[in-house]
C-alpha cells in the first residue's frame, strides 16, 4: 500500500523554524516528484515548493522564497520542508503530494499533477 505520512506540525511563534517531514512507505520516493501544499481555513491549496525525481531541480512559491528549503534524503525515503522565519500566514495545514514521473527534471507546484497525498500537519504560527 502506497503511504505519504507527514509529521513535524507544531505551534511555534513568529519568527521560529520548524522541520516537516514526508516519508514514504509502500515505494521508493526517489522515482517520484515531490511537492509540498499547503491549505489554511477559507482559502485556497497553495503550492510552496516541488523537488524533481533527480538533478536536484527545484521551485518555491514567492511567499516562501528565501524561507523555505525543499530537500530529499534518499537513504531515509523522506522528503524534507525546513520552515524558517515563520510568520502568522504561513499558518496552514501543511501536505506532500508525490507523482512517478519519467522526466528526471519534472518540478511542479501544481496540485493537479500530483496522485498521492499524505494527510498532511498542522503549522500554526501565533504569539
Known amino acids: 500500500q502506497l503511504q505519504l505520512v507527514e509529521s513535524g506540525g507544531a505551534l511555534v511563534q513568529p519568527g521560529g523554524s520548524l522541520r516537516l517531514s514526508c516519508a514514504a512507505s509502500g515505494f521508493t520516493l526517489a522515482d517520484y516528484a515531490i511537492g509540498w501544499f499547503r491549505q489554511a481555513p477559507g482559502k485556497e491549496r497553495e503550492g510552496v515548493a516541488c523537488i524533481s525525481r533527480r538533478f536536484g531541480n527545484i521551485k518555491y512559491a514567492d511567499s516562501v522564497k528565501g524561507r523555505f528549503t525543499i530537500s530529499r534524503d534518499v537513504a531515509e525515503n523522506t522528503v524534507y520542508l525546513q520552515l524558517s522565519s515563520l510568520t502568522p500566514e504561513d499558518t496552514a495545514l501543511y501536505y506532500c503530494?508525490?507523482?512517478?514521473?519519467?522526466?528526471?527534471?519534472?518540478?511542479?507546484?501544481?496540485?493537479?499533477?500530483?496522485?498521492?497525498w499524505g494527510q498532511g500537519t498542522q503549522v500554526t504560527v501565533s504569539s
Open positions: 503530494a508525490a507523482e512517478p514521473v519519467r522526466k528526471f527534471y519534472f518540478c511542479s507546484t501544481e496540485s493537479l499533477n500530483f496522485s498521492f
